[in-house]
């Protein structure tokens, strides 16, 4: 059935940024055919008419940087920085986790981003039960980039989520071979963060996802411990150690990243690498406040993403909005980041960081 919107201000995402007063949309099999104009007249017999008049309709959120895997850990974890907050909560969470509890944190997440207008995302499942966070999804009907979690080395991995380097890259390859283009679905090789993962891994996943066509998302430079313990071990920032392992580029999406190294700005931008800020984690976690107005005046393109709903209590979109268009204020003054501008990185930013621009 043709569904027709009728009488919104249609917000555009295209490259005028075109602002429709009062438009008709006209949407036919999963896809918008047309926008204003004769959208109407367009409309087969028996279509859904939506009466929108005084309302806004702006393009789906996408978020690129989520774990559906954690939406039941909600308010456990809280009063901690990221490394304890990892190793005694969210770790033994996920290890605990069989295939029914995933299915069940993966609905109870899409439920919650749908109903907030999120309408695609980018997501770290745990090392285990990926399947079923996919399978949820094709049962919704929600646009799903994601992939598991790779963890083969560090210390404090409960016995659950510690993998074999063979293992889990051979179980990543089978996943997106089983998932990757069935639908909305696309694959992301997610090699967890530097310190869960061995260099052979490092060494390999980048090479392995782009065989096979797939995303790489992972996170880095997110906290000040973090980033010392990646230097203690490589003599490199984190960035730094992404890219010698090859995993900086336009089909790379980095969370976080609020403590660059010296000269890592540059390396993201030359390299078209996606950084994906989450405003309410990064508080949540006392991690910092990332260099946004920065990246974005660089040239690098920035997403949004409410993280996992444990470092967040929540996965709003128009929160994480809200968030990144203050945060900035005080250091970089009131016009800082522009209402437009944290649209975009909420929308269109989301969709390059995951591959898909040129379709949503």
Not at 17 to 42: E, K, N, S
């Amino acid at each position: 059935m043709d569904q027709l919107i009728r009488g919104a201000v249609v917000v555009t995402m295209d490259p005028a940024r075109t602002i429709h007063p009062g438009a008709d949309v006209l949407l036919r099999d999963g896809a918008i055919v047309a926008v204003g104009g004769d959208a109407a007249a367009q409309a087969l017999p028996g279509a859904l008419v939506i009466e929108a008049a005084g309302k806004a309709l702006i393009p789906g959120l996408v978020q690129a940087h989520v774990h559906l895997c954690q939406t039941l850990f909600r308010n456990l974890a809280d009063g901690l920085e990221l490394l304890d907050w990892l190793r005694l909560r969210i770790w033994p969470l996920e290890a605990a986790h069989d295939e029914r509890t995933i299915a069940i944190s993966a609905r109870l997440g899409i439920a919650e981003l749908v109903r907030g207008g999120t309408t695609a995302i980018l997501d770290m499942g745990t090392v285990r039960h990926t399947d079923a966070i996919f399978a949820v999804a094709e049962e919704a009907g929600f646009r799903l980039t994601g992939g598991k979690a790779h963890m083969d080395h560090g210390d404090g991995l409960p016995r659950g989520l510690r993998e074999e380097t063979g293992a889990s890259l051979a179980e990543g390859e089978a996943l997106c071979r089983r998932w990757h283009g069935r639908g909305l679905a696309r694959y992301a090789f997610a090699p967890r963060f530097v310190l869960s993962c061995s260099d052979g891994l490092l060494a390999e996943v980048g090479q392995l996802a782009r065989s096979l066509g797939a995303r790489l998302h992972t996170h880095a430079s997110e906290n000040r411990g973090e980033g010392a313990a990646v230097r203690a071990r490589f003599g490199l920032e984190n960035v730094a150690v992404l890219h010698r392992f090859g995993l900086t580029g336009a089909d790379v999406a980095l969370a976080h990243c609020v403590w660059p190294g010296e000269g890592e700005r540059d390396l993201l931008r030359a390299t078209g690498t996606h950084v994906v800020h989450c405003p309410s984690s990064n508080l949540k976690l006392a991690s910092g406040i990332a260099p946004i107005p920065e990246y974005l005046e660089a040239g690098i393109n920035v997403a949004l993403g409410a993280d996992g709903a444990p470092c967040n209590n929540g996965l709003d979109g128009f929160l994480e909005m809200r968030l990144a268009a203050l945060l900035h204020k005080p250091r970089r003054g009131p016009a800082a980041m522009p209402g437009a501008r944290v649209l975009e990185m909420a929308t269109l930013g989301g969709a390059r960081a995951l591959g898909l621009d040129h379709v949503i």
